[in-house]
């Protein structure tokens, strides 16, 4: 069997983007169970209200929902399972010393198998303001529209 290459999206933490300033990103690897995998290769789990924590100088993955694996039996996973997360040393060094400051946290942005590897990528982001919500979501209108604009003028110029 050829092993699977390039990176396999499972789940994507959309809100998180909309509710934090993204400072910097990690990819970390995940301690999982064979269940565990197998219900990720039929693509189930959600981030929503995942977030990490540092314990003990190690990372860790709480709130992340993976679903049971249909097919499993008395060997199946609970759902929500605090999971360890494999970084280097001076990543999880530096994390628990950004994430130790005033207002930041660590979120999890996506779920996805990389070289047939579980892995997530995690950023140390800092919350969004309400007014800083409403001003990202006015930009992003207002570049729709310039496009949308844009696109009306040009379908204009080759219909004439």
Known sequence: MAKE????LIAQNKKARHDYHI????????????TEVKSLRQGRASLVDGFVQMDGHEAWLHNVHVPEYSQGTWTN????????????????????SKSGETGHTIVPLALYFKDGRAKVEIALAKGKKEYDKR??????????????????VKRRQRGA
């Not at 290459?5 to 396999?8: A, F, L, T, V």
């Not at 996973?77 to 628990?96: C, G, Q, V, Y």
């Open 135 to 152: 001003q990202a979501l006015r930009e992003k209108q207002d570049r729709r529209e310039t496009d949308r604009a844009i696109a009306a």
């Open 77 to 96: 996973h609970s759902a929500r399972r605090k999971r360890k997360l494999l970084l280097h040393r001076a990543e999880i060094d530096k994390l628990e």
């Open 5 to 8: 290459k390039g990176r396999k």
């Open 23 to 34: 400072i910097d990103t990690y990819e970390a690897g995940l301690v999982l169970t064979g």
